[in-house]
């Protein structure tokens, strides 16, 4: 019988980040995942423009950042597409069919949104604090929050308070007045959320986004993919992390009300002083752990987490590379997106809310040599029924063909939310292992009683994007539950 320190339960990118933090201060660290593969989620990610350069450098990883300068194409159906690159300080427009007028008010409205996403920059890596918990720490932090919101200035301020909870479609259509640009920030501010463009609390979506990408928004790409999982795996290793793949856990063992192991799918246990789970919190709670140690007021609210996955994931093998019509050679490198403006992808959003997917799908896809990876909202997650892959497969290459001419498709791969659940394990095949909206935000995430990855077990954590400050490949939920289990673990 082997005792580690830590056990973290699922070798997503942040289970893996965690133990990276842990092990380096001498914890003795071993993953399970369930998989053949760490990596989790990241495995479907295309854009790996999330992930925290103060991580990066704080575990001193040895990841090359592309230097390559890299745009966003908006895809119009005239052809006359809408290309952007994004620099700190600027956004360029190196082609577009809006005029001067919309081009300004676009990098105003994108200007203003940095401004304020600053303000909740500092709050991504720190545990939310408890609303009356009575501790000056949590209190200490309600106070820099408020100052930090100050801070921007009365009108800032006041301006902030008052688009917070709005829709982004509001938002757009009051500032902007080219559909396209409408469209591109709408489509940013739902990616990988079961939100419409009309829904409350977009704008925050987007805000919130911009807070963890360091104020970009379409700035796609900073590693690559494979490149940043092996890494990080053998970073790990390096530091002595224990991994073991093929290792499902069954269920956490308790002892009475403290956390002091795990059983693994073969029986097998294996003890430890502290066990973090990296799989999503309604699975945590209703399969590795069981609701026997739960109260009834927790189990309700458990159940109540919203975790509907709206994304599916397309790989297309092409006889040849891509040709994009009108589109410069020297701009491919890029994310192309067709959501052409907010009514559309409002429409595809609507038919999601009835477990269908609508005709006009928004597709987000970068392309290597000839193989295309391809991001489809919205096709949700769908109970006791079965989408047609074939329909949307063909339904995406019908959207994609009046911009490739020469696009022969040899193989086609799709992962709906509901394969993305039974490969991955995580609920509904969320994106965001829980809904991105603002009663799952911030102090509330996952959950009001399980935030600040602390759960009412005894020495058990929660470490997934279910937790703050939420989804993508940021790293930050790992950082942030080591962060904490060091300072309560010295
Ligand atoms: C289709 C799709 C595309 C995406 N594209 C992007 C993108 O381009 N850019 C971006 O920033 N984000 C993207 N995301 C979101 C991002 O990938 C996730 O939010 C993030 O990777 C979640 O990481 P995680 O470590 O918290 O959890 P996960 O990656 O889900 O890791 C959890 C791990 O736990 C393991 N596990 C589960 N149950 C058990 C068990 N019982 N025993 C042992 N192990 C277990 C799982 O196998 C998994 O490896 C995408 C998500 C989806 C669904």
Request: with cysteine; glycine share 8%.
């Amino acid at each position: 019988m082997s005792k580690y320190d830590i056990i973290i339960v699922g070798g997503g990118h942040n289970g893996l980040i965690c133990a990276s933090y842990l092990a380096k201060r001498k914890f003795k660290t071993l993953i399970l995942e369930k998989n053949t593969e760490v990596g989790g989620l990241a495995n479907c990610g295309s854009t790996i423009n999330s992930l925290s350069s103060k991580i990066v450098k704080d575990l001193n990883m040895n990841l090359i950042q592309s230097n390559k300068p890299s745009y966003t194409v908006a895809l119009e159906p005239s052809n006359n597409h809408t290309v952007i690159e994004e620099r700190y300080n600027d956004i360029i427009f190196h082609s577009t069919s809006a005029d001067q007028e919309s081009q300004k008010q676009f990098k105003s409205l994108v200007g203003k949104y940095k401004k304020f996403s600053s303000s909740l920059r500092k709050f991504m890596y720190n545990e939310p604090p408890r609303l009356k918990s009575g501790k000056s720490k949590d209190a200490w932090q309600l106070i820099k929050m408020g100052w930090s919101i100050r801070g921007l200035g009365k009108r800032n301020m006041r301006e902030f308070l008052r688009i917070i909870g709005l829709n982004i479609a509001d938002e757009l259509e009051d500032n902007i007045s080219n559909d396209t640009l409408k469209g591109l920030l709408a489509y940013e501010s739902i990616l990988g959320s079961n939100l419409g463009p009309r829904s409350p609390g977009t704008v925050l979506t987007l805000l919130y986004k911009q807070a963890i990408q360091e104020g970009l928004i379409f700035n796609f790409k900073k590693y690559e993919r494979n490149e940043f999982l092996s890494s990080l795996e053998g970073m790990c290793l390096n530091q002595g992390v224990e991994i073991r793949k093929n290792s499902g856990v069954k269920n956490i063992i308790l002892d009475g009300h403290s956390a002091k192991g795990v059983r693994l799918e073969n029986n097998e246990e294996i003890f430890a002083d502290i066990i973090i789970s990296n799989v999503d919190p309604k699975r945590t709670y209703f399969n590795l752990l069981g609701t026997e140690a739960l109260d009834t007021d927790f189990i309700r609210r458990a159940n109540n987490v919203r975790a509907k996955g709206n994304v599916a994931k397309l790989n297309l093998s092409l006889r040849e590379k891509p040709i994009i019509n009108s589109l410069e050679e020297n701009k491919s490198n890029a994310k192309f997106v067709y959501a052409p403006d907010i009514n559309y992808i409002e429409n595809s959003f609507n038919a999601s809310k009835y477990n269908t997917f609508s005709d006009n799908l928004c597709i987000e896809f970068k392309y290597n040599e000839n193989e295309i990876d391809a991001n489809i909202n919205y096709v949700p997650y769908v109970k006791n029924s079965t989408h047609d892959k074939e329909k949307i497969i063909q339904q995406s290459i019908d959207l994609l063909k009046p911009f490739i001419d020469n696009l022969n498709v040899t193989n086609a791969t799709i992962l709906t939310p509901n394969d993305i659940e039974s490969k991955f394990h995580v609920t509904g095949g969320s994106w965001n292992h829980g809904e991105f909206e603002i009663d799952q935000l911030f102090m509330m995430r996952p959950f009001y009683g399980s935030a600040q990855y602390q759960t009412p077990i005894n020495n058990l954590y929660l470490c997934s994007a279910g937790t703050h400050p939420g989804g993508g490949i940021t790293g930050i939920n790992g950082h942030n539950t080591a962060k904490k289990i060091l300072e309560e673990h010295r």
